[in-house]
């Protein structure tokens, strides 16, 4: 049984944060209702499907029962109270606001049931300049700063090629959701927690992002952002991602390439030599890579413990051999969508291990449980 068996989630949630949050907590063994009002979650329909479902729809809402109630009508409300009483955990992620205008703000909630979390996500909080903005992933994107990091050479900023922080917030809500529930424990009472899309992707592009602010009366040294340090390889048949930072680090990548003459240099010994002679320790490294095939350098990489690692696309991660030992992707019997493939869940509990293959995810055809 996983770790948060007998918990209970009601999830009405829709598109990826929310969702996947509730994904994670019924991988982990919670037991998670999807509430769908009678259009369905928009998401369903987007992007490859088959049978009417897609991929993403089943990625964020794999495990899950599923049972369709429309909010706006009055006669669905007992019902609506009888799942509110009934869960540990309720997720929304509507504009603030909107449950409010249903007839169930998190008052009402907590009066009829005072041991439920409520998690509620939001684009950009529950006030504030932004609060009645709509947020997708590329509008918080450009507000954190992240597509300004992702300028190259000119200065033109660009969007991350994924929902970095639609899956970067829905982590941060199952932790949270994990957190109110262990101080649950504790007290008896349930809260409230509220989980700003902004405010977690400003955590989340703080770390390296930003060190050059982390200074108020500014660092002693400015910095190259750290973005400028990152950059991928050409090799004789593709690519290969790998770093250096450390003394040891070099001396395993110099060892992997079966020490080639033009990075034998004493000054590219530490980490301020190599600094100073960037360009040119650059340029060595990558004519040294390029004199080389993919497998070659891994085989390098792995014999020497080096810090690099083969560029996968789509096709290739797939049959990647890591990837397979890790068993990362498995295959869920989706009905008449045929199996589809999601990822397993990552972590590894050695107690209370987290389902390995999940159900499929609900298909809300007509009212009722699904």
């Given at each position: ?77 007992p019902r609506f109270e009888e799942l509110v009483r009934w869960a540990d955990v309720l997720i929304e992620n509507f504009r603030p606001g909107a449950m409010a ?270």
């Amino acid at each position: 049984m996983g770790p948060l068996a007998g918990i209970r989630v009601l999830d009405l949630s829709q598109i990826v944060s929310g969702p996947m949050a509730g994904a994670w907590l019924a991988d982990q063994g919670a037991d998670v209702i999807k509430l769908e009002s009678p259009e369905g979650d928009p998401v369903t329909g987007f992007g490859a499907r088959r049978a009417g479902i897609s991929g993403i729809y089943v990625a964020v809402n794999r495990g899950k029962r599923g049972e369709k109630l429309d909010l706006k009508d009055p006669a669905s409300h007992p019902r609506f109270e009888e799942l509110v009483r009934w869960a540990d955990v309720l997720i929304e992620n509507f504009r603030p606001g909107a449950m409010a205008k249903l007839g169930f703000p998190y008052e009402r909630c907590a009066a009829l049931n005072p041991r439920l979390v409520w998690c509620s996500i939001t684009g950009f909080g529950p006030d504030g300049p932004y609060a009645n903005l709509r947020a997708y992933d590329p509008v918080v994107q450009a507000a954190s700063g992240v597509c300004a990091l992702q300028a190259g050479a000119d200065p033109e900023p660009r969007l991350v090629g994924t929902l970095i922080f639609d899956k970067v917030t829905a982590i941060t809500a199952a932790q949270a959701i994990t957190a109110a529930l262990f101080a649950r424990e504790r007290t008896g009472a349930g809260q409230k927690v509220e989980v700003p899309m902004l405010d977690a992707a400003v955590a989340f592009n703080w770390v390296e992002g930003m060190y050059n602010q982390a200074f108020v009366e500014g660092p002693e040294v400015p910095m190259p952002d750290y973005a400028t340090f990152g950059r991928l390889w050409r090799a004789k048949d593709g690519w290969v991602a790998l770093s250096a930072l450390q003394d040891v680090e070099f001396r395993a990548l110099r060892e992997a390439l079966g020490h080639p003459e033009s990075l034998a240099d004493p000054v590219f010994d530490t980490g301020a030599g190599r600094f100073a002679e960037l360009p040119r320790m650059m340029a060595a490294m990558g004519a040294e890579i390029a004199k080389r095939t993919v497998a070659e350098l891994m085989e390098g990489f792995t014999r020497a413990g080096a810090v690099g690692c083969v560029v996968n696309d789509r096709i290739s991660l797939m049959a990647d051999p890591q990837v397979r030992h890790n068993r990362c992707l498995v295959e869920v019997d989706q009905g008449p969508a045929g199996r589809v493939r999601v990822a397993r869940h990552p972590i590894r509990f050695s107690a209370t291990p987290a389902v390995d293959v999940p159900g499929p995810a609900p298909r809300l055809a007509g009212n009722g449980p699904g």
